[in-house]
């Protein structure tokens, strides 16, 4: 594996950078990653594991970094988010012979990745045509107003808002979607798993069929980082079965 550390995906901030995990050997697809951390804290090094996992695979891995609060305000975090979308889409077609890009995040990178998936916006204004995405793979993001984008209106970060900042918000806006596959924990955050399950139903009543749902045992994202009785990660693998199905 060749890692390629602190790729600059923009010139306004210093947090505008990617971390690039290659395999020795052919590029299958790639993975774009969006680490979580409530928007406020977390780096682009939460991939290392699952990296190595996919790595094996002949999945190349790009983990971002992303503004923060109380620096960054919304939907700055969303936008870093879609210049690195398109920096990775470019840097793969030029550079790797691969076109198949799939985007994920986790927790706050889950509500990012919803966010660029269901509001067209943001990958269209960075430049990339959003059919490029070949799918998606949020795990455990906040579908409604994230809870530190209210504390930045001044509202209480325990209210449930759908409005245009909430994935919610947007779904059903578009005839069609990449596949895409949703993961949450029975244990998770507090209304978490009744929110994710509000997105399957929402799914379901606009008759998207490409998607799957997935609930872990256990508690908010603790098995992105987690090793098996081998040493393997756990969160690889569940990426792994959802691209190879798409390839």
């Known amino acids: 594996m060749k890692k390629i550390e602190n790729v600059s995906y923009g010139n306004a901030h210093e ?24 928007l406020a804290k977390g780096d682009k090094r939460a991939a290392e ?14 983990s971002a970094n992303y503004r923060l609060y109380p620096e960054a305000k919304y939907p700055e975090f969303i936008c870093d988010a879609a210049k690195a979308a398109a920096f990775t ?34 990958l269209t204004s960075a430049g990339l045509e959003p059919s490029k995405v070949s799918g998606y793979l949020h795990d455990a993001g906040q579908p409604t107003v994230h809870f530190n984008v209210l504390k930045e209106r001044g509202i209480d970060p325990k209210r449930i808002i759908v409005d245009e900042s909430a994935p919610l918000y947007h779904m059903g806006t578009q005839e069609s979607y990449p596949p895409m596959r949703f993961i949450v924990s029975d244990n998770d955050m507090k209304n978490r798993p009744e929110q994710t399950q509000l997105v399957v139903g929402t799914m379901n009543h606009f008759g998207y069929e ?38």
């Open 210 to 247: 490409n998607f799957d749902h997935i609930v872990m045992h256990g508690t908010h994202c603790a098995y992105c980082e987690k090793l098996d009785e081998n040493g393997v990660s756990v969160f690889g693998p569940m990426i792994w079965d959802f691209i190879q199905k798409l390839l």
């Open 89 to 122: 889409y470019n840097y793969i077609t030029e550079n790797l012979s691969c076109d198949k890009l799939f985007i994920s995040g986790s927790s706050a990178g889950g509500y990012i990745s919803m966010m660029l998936c269901f509001d067209p916006q943001y």
């Open 49 to 62: 594991r699952l990296s190595s996992y996919l790595v094996q695979q002949g999945v190349a891995v790009f």
């Open 15 to 38: 947090r505008q950078v990617l971390d690039i995990y290659l395999p020795d050997g052919e590029v299958k697809a790639v993975f774009l990653y969006f680490h979580g951390g409530g």
